[in-house]
């Protein structure tokens, strides 16, 4: 019923930016908390950012410390999208980086919480 996709994602060099979109597909998800999160090859996924609904189109924002003051997120309702714009890429922040969104206020750093989740966009930071 709802299906999330992300792009943007590629090969830069340490200190450049990517700009990661999720797009939903399905039902409007305007009261939908969504995230971001990250696994790298022989590490669990964790937490990036994410994007909680209060009300109308008031929202908070949350993110791990590693890309505090690095990434920003913001989303877009009449484009059931979520955005996650990183500047000052590391080579730490090479992952596959996906899209999730919770129906309901989930635990905000915990996947499990998730409900729906996009197919993963490759991100490579190169040194």
């Known amino acids: 019923q709802v299906q999330l996709v992300e792009s943007g994602g590629g090969l830069v060099q340490a200190g450049g930016s990517l700009r990661l979109s999720c797009a939903g597909t399905?039902?409007?998800?305007?009261?939908?908390?969504m995230a971001w999160f990250r696994q790298a090859p022989g590490k669990e996924r964790e937490f990036v950012a994410a994007?909680?609904?209060?009300?109308?189109?008031?929202?908070?924002?949350d993110f791990a410390d590693s890309v505090k003051g690095r990434f920003t997120c913001s989303r877009d309702n009449a484009k059931n999208a979520l955005y996650l714009q990183m500047n000052t890429l590391k080579p730490e922040d090479t992952a596959v980086y996906y899209c999730?969104?919770?129906?309901?206020?989930?635990?905000?750093?915990?996947?499990?919480?998730?409900?729906?989740w996009g197919q993963g966009t490759q991100v490579t930071v190169s040194s």
């Open positions: 994007t909680r609904w209060i009300s109308g189109t008031s929202y908070s924002a």
């Open positions: 399905g039902r409007t998800f305007t009261t939908y908390n």
């Open positions: 999730a969104a919770a129906r309901g206020q989930p635990l905000v750093r915990n996947p499990g919480s998730y409900d729906y």
